[in-house]
């Protein structure tokens, strides 16, 4: 995809908690419209960076450049979900919430939303269940709702943090097929991934990370078994008695504790 | 029977002010309790309502037994524990519940000290387990202005309100809602718990905002058919407290909260939506 502006640029980059490092140094453009894997093994702050990206981490260092998109345009499913599951809300309420940019906290759903809610559902193949309490969906159907209200979003940029964790392959296959459709409108999506074989298939480019970033680029290229084993030899090294990281470039200074 | 009834409060000024001073608490007040429920925050609203003693105390130092001055002594009074809380578990290791705890016992202590100091154990019964039945104008206007208001800005805050207990995370990166609706529910509840305590007294006040609501867990499925539940309960709890006092002595804001208590038992043994007896009885599960 030549000549694209980029949708993200990270300018030397840091996320981290307590002063350590969870990932560090990333340097680089995502394109406008890739759709870019993110792989390391556990530890290698993948969901770290996604959490950056979206405004819930600042960085330790460096800085990032969202192209002027603001927090309305990127739509976020994080791993860890703070989901009350018990609440008593429908399916089809809980999928509207993804209207939010349109509607707010107090314009109604009209006809046209409610229509664009039912289709939603649809494309996620629980039309059916509009009507029923979140708490009485199964963990594979409750990730269906998520997809459907990422749908809704209408997002310019995605961020996917492990969205197949803990659900069957149908599942996955038809989530998967989701994606497929985002990327082919246009659409900024980054996956948070552990599944190399679903990588492969399925997304065009990666960054495999390992607390650093190992490889960025073509899938292909970048997991080869070369990368994949030096990944895991990186992310073991993580140290809570770690000097101060001296690759910095003098922007800002830090003292050790 | 009928007269039973209705015959006290066509009979007694005191009477029918209890009665609109305990309807308007019963119509601003469960709504709060449905999110206190929902929000896992029920024993923060028993908390706040201790923590608003000291500035009611502080009022009364000032002032004497004003509605004006322990009423805004409690509102201050409230509003910085839950703000101090607040702020501490946001920046320290603690999280919100020790922080409140911490909080609302040193304000506690604080209140039962000023009011043993300077004024006599009649008084503290009074900030304790307030005075329904002796309510005068300006305290029935207070309770009726704490309640319209509340009940308008819930209208206002409902959707961002909601989707901050159920998936706070999402409306943090859709919108900046997250923290000023947090903020105005926390003014919400301490709104509501000053109405209480000049009715109720601070120990009972948090009972007619939390039994009703979660008493109306167990009869609707969802937010708005659980605040309109809620409201009905505290309602019929309400007259029945008031008449139950009446006809037997007993005082009036424990009948009142006793009487939830009683709707809540019912509602646990009878409700359709999880009641104990409804999951004893062997029913077809559906096709799907």
């Not at chain 1, 140290?239 to 830090?254: F, K, L, S």
């Not at chain 2, 903020?183 to 000053?194: A, D, E």
């Not at chain 2, 109306?216 to 009905?232: C, P, Q, Y």
Request: proline share 4%; charged share 15%.
């Amino acid at each position: 995809m030549p000549n694209r502006e980029p949708a993200i640029a990270f300018h030397d980059l840091t996320f981290g908690y307590d002063r350590h490092p969870a990932v560090h140094h990333i340097t680089g453009e995502v394109p406008r419209g890739a759709l870019l894997a993110v792989v390391g093994p556990n530890g290698a702050g993948k969901s770290t960076l996604l959490k950056g990206i979206v405004g819930e981490l600042s960085p330790l260092g460096g800085s990032l450049d969202l192209d002027g998109m603001k927090k309305s345009d990127i739509a976020y499913l994080p791993q860890q979900i703070e989901i009350d599951r018990s609440f008593p809300i429908s399916v089809f309420d809980c999928v509207a919430m993804g209207l939010w940019r349109e509607i707010g906290a107090w314009r109604g759903v009209d006809a046209k939303r409610d229509h664009e809610v039912a289709e939603a559902l649809a494309r996620v193949g629980l039309q059916d269940l509009g009507d029923r309490a979140v708490g009485a969906l199964s963990g594979g159907q409750f990730q269906r709702v998520l997809f459907a209200r990422l749908l809704l979003q209408d997002a310019a940029l995605i961020l996917l943090d492990e969205p197949f964790r803990a659900v069957d392959s149908k599942t996955i296959d038809d989530l998967i097929q989701l994606i497929l459709s985002w990327h082919a409108e246009g659409r900024t999506v980054l996956a948070a991934l552990h599944e190399i074989d679903q990588v492969r298939a399925h997304f065009p480019s990666t960054l495999l990370l390992a607390r650093e970033v190992v490889a960025w680029g073509e899938t292909r290229k970048v997991l080869t078994p070369a990368n994949l084993a030096k990944s895991r030899q990186l992310v073991e090294a993580f140290d809570a008695h770690a000097e101060v990281c001296e690759r910095e470039q003098g922007e800002r200074e830090r003292r050790p504790a | 029977m009928i007269d039973a009834i209705i015959g006290p409060f066509i009979e007694f000024s005191f009477m029918r002010r209890a009665l609109v001073g305990c309807l308007a608490l019963s119509l601003g007040a469960p709504p709060i309790g449905v999110f206190l429920m929902l929000r896992r925050m029920s024993l923060m609203g028993d908390a706040m309502s201790h923590a608003i003693l000291p500035g009611a105390a502080i009022g009364y130092l000032l002032a004497g037994l004003s509605l004006f001055a322990m009423s805004l002594g409690g509102f201050a009074a409230g509003l910085a524990v839950a703000i101090a809380a607040g702020l501490v578990a946001r920046s320290t290791v603690l999280r919100e519940d020790a922080s409140l705890a911490a909080f609302y016992l040193v304000s506690l202590a604080l209140g039962v000290l000023i009011v043993s100091v300077r004024g006599s154990n009649i008084d503290l019964l009074h900030v304790l387990f307030g005075t329904v039945l002796a309510l005068d104008d300006a305290a029935i206007l207070l309770l009726a202005g704490i309640s319209t208001v509340s009940l308008v800005v819930l209208a206002v805050i409902y959707r961002p309100l909601v989707l901050e207990c159920f998936d706070p995370q999402f409306l943090r990166s859709a919108s900046a809602l997250s923290s000023p609706t947090h903020l105005i529910f926390l003014v919400l509840v301490v709104l509501n718990l000053v109405a209480g305590f000049q009715a109720l007294g601070t120990l009972m006040a948090v009972g007619i905002m939390l039994l009703p609501a979660i008493a109306a867990r167990f009869w609707a499925e969802d937010v708005s058919g659980m605040i309109l539940v809620a409201v009905g309960i505290a309602f019929i709890a309400s007259v029945s407290g008031l008449l139950l006092s009446y006809h037997t002595g007993a005082p009036t804001g424990p009948a009142i909260i006793l009487l939830c208590g009683i709707f809540y038992l019912l509602s646990m043994m009878f409700g359709p939506r999880g009641g104990l007896l409804w999951n004893l009885v062997p029913r077809k599960h559906l096709e799907a």
